[in-house]
């Protein structure tokens, strides 16, 4: 008899050499079971399709959040002064003012949707 006509599983085209281990709380290992149950998969294999699909979100760098705290810094101050020429009445200021703020939020909203 020659190998080809051995019986059981055939061979798998790439072989699975690495091995990594994880802890799971109890009720982390029964929700990841649940889900894997539904998903008609194994636990193995939804836990390697979960972590090679999944969309991870870096967190943001040192630098980055210099910057986010000097935009928000800017953007409080014009908020600042908006407010106190709308109290004193000078329409052109504030409206320029206003578009200024709208800009820094919708950076601020753009930069935060981006990470």
């Known amino acids: 008899m020659g190998d080809s006509e051995k019986g059981g599983r055939p061979r798998l085209p790439v072989k699975k050499e690495k091995r990594v281990s994880i802890r799971l709380?109890?009720?982390?290992?029964?929700?990841?079971m649940r889900r894997s149950r539904e998903a008609g998969m194994n636990l193995a294999q939804f836990i390697r399709d979960a972590a090679i699909k999944a969309k991870i979100i870096a967190r943001p760098?040192?630098?980055d959040h210099t910057f986010f705290r000097e935009v928000i810094g800017i953007s409080t101050n014009l908020n600042q002064v908006a407010k106190a020429?709308?109290?004193q009445g000078i329409l052109p200021l504030y409206t320029k003012l206003s578009e200024i703020i709208t800009f820094f939020d919708g950076q601020i909203k753009r930069l935060?949707?981006?990470?």
């Open 61 to 63: 760098q040192l630098k």
């Open 85 to 87: 020429v709308n109290r």
């Open 25 to 32: 709380t109890d009720a982390e290992f029964y929700i990841l």
């Open 112 to 115: 935060r949707d981006d990470q």
